[in-house]
């Protein structure tokens, strides 16, 4: 037998970014500054960014792709690590969690993230799954002093198995049916053999559907996320926001739109309900929410409604416009969260939304940052989150669902009054106290780089649009 070596080109981003978790992990044992080690994080993830460049192309028999699908989302797991890291420098150092091990589970779970979103294999997609995950897992019980964050890792842990076994079923039975658990492979063999309409295979959809749907918080697979999204540190929480969301669509979009893509109407059917219900779940329980953090995680739950009208859509117009509004969602989503870590200190959690009162007064240009990331969340213009919101409707009543946009759209505007209650809470309500907040060079960093992403893509959305758009071609 003859043994080739693989060609490493395409997962030489992965390659680097467990090389810098490793040495990132062994380094804590000799640094006693961890502010050393999140800055060589970022170091590291913007070198692993420049090495995207030329590195596509499949590897190890097909089960590893690098394409600009993967790229693209690649990118948005990079804006989300770098982003949490910064607003974690300082806020770790208050929860007395300072441990170098933080970055390095950082590290690793956004390497299986990048796994997921390169998996041309079934087998690939759960690895990149289980590592994402149980960093994950050890990361929002990170605050080990905290009863809460031991029952929001204890949750998350149990739920997330539960979910894992959906997949492994789905899997199995997929492998069974076809005998391969290569995506293009299955898509080729339900094709050949006419497998439509198949009661074994609309079975392993479902199951996938269940799976990815516990990943992206999708009702009625949500319950775990505002107890998780609570208990979590803060900057654990906006990590988690966003970036195994973000990877949970990767997957969810690749193995629908290739693996399944004959049986489109079945899993179409599928989704409509869950993407109604998600929407509806998230923005209606939002509404009596006095946790901003618990709030947030309704919030989120509701945005992954919108975003599933991307996979609905079942074209590539439609899934550039959900890889659009996650890149949006991640700059927006992590800023509200920075300014929550601000509010963190010595004996005040500052999660309560009375905790905001009067902020306007005591801390006018934190309230002002917290005013535009409320604005984007909702979707008034002239911000990311309407840019967004815009292009994923637009793409939904392109596809013949101006129905369900019209549900979407009601729904959105629901979620002004809990978004926009913060806004008043800071505005038009005098402090009850004066509020330290708790300021650092890199959480003002992050807070700078999303309002002014926010910002900019919402006057000057083309680029990020576009970028989208070349990333689907071929796909």
């Not at 097909?62 to 974690?88: E, Q, R």
């Not at 900057?235 to 004959?262: D, Q, W």
């Not at 059917?269 to 209606?284: K, R, Y």
Request: glycine share 8%; proline share 3%.
């Amino acid at each position: 037998m003859n043994f080739q070596f693989p060609d490493i080109g395409p997962v030489i981003p992965e390659l680097i970014m467990t090389a810098i978790a490793l040495i990132v992990l062994l380094a804590d044992l000799l640094i006693k500054k961890k502010e050393v080690l999140a800055l060589f994080s970022i170091a590291g993830i913007a070198a692993v960014a420049y090495t995207l460049i030329g590195s596509s192309g499949v590897t190890f028999g097909g089960m590893f792709i690098s394409d600009g699908y993967s790229t693209f989302f690649k990118l948005i797991f990079f804006v989300n690590v770098i982003l949490s890291v910064l607003i974690s420098i300082k806020y770790i150092v208050i929860e007395k969690v300072n441990f170098g091990e933080y970055y390095a589970l950082i590290l690793f779970s956004t390497t299986g993230m990048m796994i997921m979103a390169s998996a041309a294999d079934l087998i690939v997609l759960y690895l990149g799954l289980e590592l994402m995950a149980l960093s994950t897992y050890v990361l929002a019980g990170f605050i080990r002093h905290d009863i809460k964050s031991n029952e929001a890792a204890l949750k998350y842990f149990l739920l997330g198995a539960f979910s894992t076994a959906f997949l492994l079923y789905g899997i199995s039975m997929i492998y069974g049916l076809t005998g391969t658990t290569n995506i293009k492979a299955i898509a080729l063999y339900i094709s050949e053999k006419g497998l439509t309409g198949n009661l074994s295979l609309l079975l392993s959809v479902i199951l996938f559907t269940v799976a990815f749907g516990f990943k992206i918080a999708a009702a009625p697979f949500h319950m775990w996320a505002p107890d998780v999204y609570e208990g979590a540190p803060t900057s654990i929480t906006a990590f988690m926001s966003v970036g195994p969301k973000a990877a949970g669509f990767a997957v969810l979009g690749r193995v629908f739109m290739v693996a399944f893509v004959s049986v489109k109407v079945d899993w179409v059917a599928i989704l409509i309900p869950i993407s109604i219900l998600t929407m509806g779940v998230g923005n209606i329980v939002a509404l009596s929410q006095t946790n901003i953090k618990r709030m947030l995680a309704y919030s989120s739950i509701a945005h992954a409604g919108y975003a599933l009208l991307g996979i609905i859509c079942a074209n590539n117009e439609g899934l550039a416009s959900m890889m659009n509004y996650l890149m949006i969602y991640a700059f927006m989503n992590i800023g509200a969260f920075a300014v929550i870590t601000m509010l963190r200190s010595e004996g005040f959690r500052g999660e309560d939304i009375t905790d905001y009162e009067g902020l306007a007064k005591t801390h006018p240009l934190s309230a002002a940052l917290m005013l535009i990331f409320m604005f984007s969340l909702t979707g008034i213009p002239p911000t990311a989150g309407f840019i967004g919101k815009l292009y994923i409707f637009m793409s939904a009543i392109n596809a013949g669902y101006t129905w369900l946009v019209v549900i979407a759209v009601i729904f959105s505007a629901i979620s002004a009054y809990f978004y926009l209650r913060i806004v008043m809470y800071m505005y038009m309500k005098e402090p009850k106290e004066v509020v330290t907040l708790t300021k650092s060079p890199s959480t003002g960093i992050a807070l700078g780089v999303a309002a002014v992403a926010v910002l900019v893509i919402g006057i000057f959305p083309s680029f990020l649009v576009d970028l989208a758009r070349a990333a689907i071609k071929g796909f």
